[in-house]
């Protein structure tokens, strides 16, 4: 259906005649239009169409409704469609009634009724009929071609008047009266001439500035800035002796060591008391886990150490010659994957922690009975999917196997094939093979002779210092995904605890809360478990707010610049790499949504291309995708989240898909197709 456009009154045909119908001109005086003078002879016959009513004509600028006898509008200047038109069609497109063959003189034909103008009819694209006014002066036309225009409700075409190249034509710049009569007198007429031409001059200059008005004139949008300027206490120079955060993450096969390993480093690096120690060893002897008396320092929870699995992402702090590090310690098991990915995507850098001893290497890499991936693989991939590019592989219970030097070539043939196939360069790379229990090889060279007699290479801590921090955006808007929220340890209060992704952040500062849309006031930061007044990307923070309530600040919503939020979304473009798997994914699978710190179902709906080793797509949508391909898929999620393009920001446009407990794709966002209004 058409759309329905609004242009000024509608008249019905039937009920008016727009070729008997005369217009009453004895009140033109009173306009502005006053160097023009109503005829005289006439206007005792004009009088009696004063009552008829006047048609109007909308304005396509400012939409004002001016009088048909205007040609341009009164409201703003600009000329009416139909004499812009007219003005560019032939020399001569109206009707006359008598010109004068004779330059300077009025000789008129047999009836004096061409003294005054004549209404012709033309057609409009819309179908309605305009009037248009001619009137000519020091034309030189025969009679002949007259006659023939001389009817206007004919309905045949008419022909332009052809006139003698030697005769000068003067259009006046006002079609505006009915009663624009010839003028007898040549002086008059120059006169007219001369203030017609002004008055040109005039409404091109307003038309000009007209139109220099409505280019800077602004329309409302959406706010859009282009350019976010950060202020500069954001961009202060590192403070003196300050050591740069480094966020690490844990990762690796369930009970392949990572919580002793990080136990056992925060012990030997004192971070842990020697009362904690001994309370943890007394504890774990009592329930017949002696082993995990180092664990408990990372799993504190009385399920963790009751079930022996890491079940959530432990934090810990620790400090080496050239970093303070973020340790992320992520549990292992395949059933708390998503517990991993939520924590795991602050990471800078990861430590692949790996099971020396024979059969539990296997199982991290097939999985139990090698019918499926195991948690070496699938932390692997997930690890590089989070854009982390720098990678420590610690081969750990070393000293089950005797520290033999064969099995940690095969170890590393067999997985470093697997981590080359998932675009880790062997550079990036740093085998470091230990053992947490016996303390060899973690802050300083091993002592053990048959560990020694071969290796000399990097132990655990200086392979850590040897790790490149990433570049820091604190020059873009503020961003931080919101990973928990815990209770504060200064004010007791509920606090938004993640990693500040860009910008900065000071206590006084305005945040805007998604997905609820709501605008607070940063009350205070923590930073390591201490105040601090400002903190910058690449910190994780714990922030208390005031201003909003508690309830709205959940796990996966976002705290951004009030003025560059974060789209919240439910309709994504995916550009993904499917992994292994065993079962195609067709129009209608049902998955789970990963992205930052949220989980969220959603469905495929559309399979648009598949992707070539260089990225082009295919002619032809595929019906299904199959393990190791590439496609860009559509996906419908059943709530909306915070999620941006992973060209604007790279931690909140990686994605990942998992069905029946594995992750099945790893992709980013590519375009957000529906977006909801906050």
């Known amino acids: 259906m058409p759309r329905k456009v609004v242009s000024g009154p509608d008249y019905d045909d039937d009920e008016y005649d727009y070729e008997d119908y005369e217009d009453d001109y004895d009140d033109y005086e009173e306009t502005e239009h006053v160097d023009v003078k109503a005829p005289v002879k006439e206007k005792e016959s004009l009088k009696k169409s004063s009552n008829v009513v006047p048609v109007l004509w909308k304005c396509s600028m400012c939409t004002f409704d001016n009088h048909e006898t205007m040609i341009y509008c009164e409201m703003c200047g600009v000329f009416r469609e139909s004499f812009v038109k007219s003005a560019k069609d032939a020399p001569i497109k109206e009707s006359v009634n008598g010109i004068s063959n004779n330059y300077g003189t009025s000789a008129l034909s047999n009836s004096d009724s061409t003294k005054t103008p004549v209404k012709t009819l033309t057609t409009n694209f819309d179908g309605d009929s305009e009037r248009k006014y001619a009137s000519t002066s020091r034309d030189k036309v025969n009679s002949a071609p007259l006659a023939s225009v001389g009817s206007s409700g004919t309905g045949k075409k008419k022909q332009p008047i052809k006139l003698p190249e030697d005769v000068p034509v003067e259009r006046t710049t006002q079609l505006i009266p009915d009663h624009f009569q010839l003028k007898e007198d040549q002086s008059s007429r120059a006169s007219s001439s001369a203030q017609n031409k002004d008055y040109m001059q005039t409404l091109s200059s307003d038309i000009g500035q007209l139109s220099t008005e409505r280019n800077n004139v602004n329309v409302a949008q959406p706010y859009l ?15 003196s002796g300050a050591l740069s955060q480094l966020n690490l993450a844990i990762v690796g096969h369930v009970d392949s060591g990572k919580s002793t390993l990080s136990g056992r480093l925060l012990h030997l690096l004192g971070k842990i008391s020697k009362r904690d120690m001994h309370k943890n060893e007394k504890e774990a002897k009592e329930k017949g886990k002696g082993s995990f008396a180092y664990a408990w320092a990372m799993d504190e929870s009385s399920e963790e150490r009751e079930r022996g699995v890491t079940m959530t992402v432990a934090v810990a702090y620790l400090e080496t010659k050239k970093y303070r590090v973020v340790l992320l310690d992520s549990p292992g098991h395949k059933d708390f994957v998503p517990n ?11 430590i692949l922690v790996v099971d020396a001893s024979t059969g ?10 090698g019918k499926n991936v195991g948690q070496t693989k699938e932390h692997a991939q997930l690890i590089r999917s989070f854009g982390v590019e720098q990678l420590i592989v610690a081969v750990n219970k070393m000293d089950v196997i005797g520290y033999s030097k064969e099995r940690l070539e095969f170890i590393k043939v067999q997985l470093g094939s697997f981590l080359r196939a998932c675009n880790f360069r062997d550079s990036a790379i740093t085998w470091i093979p230990l053992s947490a229990v ?6 300083k060279p091993p002592s053990d002779a048959r560990f020694t007699s071969w290796y000399q290479g990097l132990c655990l801590l200086d392979a850590i210092d040897s790790l490149q921090l990433p570049s820091r955006d604190v020059s873009k808007a503020l961003i931080l995904p919101i990973c928990d929220v815990i209770k504060s340890q200064s004010t007791g209060q509920l606090a938004a605890f993640g990693k500040l992704e860009t910008g900065a952040i000071r206590n006084g500062s305005k945040v805007l809360v998604l997905p609820c849309g709501e605008v607070a006031t940063v009350k205070t930061i923590e930073r390591d478990s201490r105040s601090c007044s400002i903190a910058r990307a690449g910190d994780n923070v714990a922030i208390c707010l005031q201003g909003v309530d508690g309830n709205r600040i959940i796990p996966g919503g976002i705290l951004c610049h009030p003025g560059f939020p974060v789209p919240v979304a439910n309709y994504l473009e ?24 949220v989980k969220e179902a959603a469905r495929i709906t559309k399979i648009l291309a598949l992707l070539d080793k260089t990225g082009k797509p295919s002619k032809t949508p595929p019906r299904f995708l ?53």
């Not at 991993?340 to 990861?350: E, F, L, R, V, Y």
């Open 574 to 597: 995916l550009k993904i790499r499917v992994l292994d798997i065993t079962i195609p994914i067709l129009l209608g699978h049902q998955v789970e949504f990963h992205i930052h710190h």
């Open 340 to 350: 991993m990915i939520s924590g795991a995507t602050q990471a800078d850098a990861a």
């Open 360 to 369: 539990s290497f296997e199982a991290g890499m097939d999985g139990e009975g």
């Open 626 to 678: 199959k393990s190791k391909q590439s496609a860009v898929v559509q996906v419908m999620l059943d709530g909306a989240i915070c999620v941006e393009e992973f060209s604007k920001c790279r931690a909140l446009g990686r994605a990942f898909l998992r069905a029946s407990g594995s992750t099945i794709a790893v992709g980013i966002v590519t375009k957000i197709m529906g977006q909801d209004q906050y």
């Open 438 to 443: 016996e303390n060899q090889n973690l802050t």
């Open 225 to 239: 800035p282009e350019e976010y300027k950060p202020e500069e206490w954001m961009l202060a120079d590192q403070e």
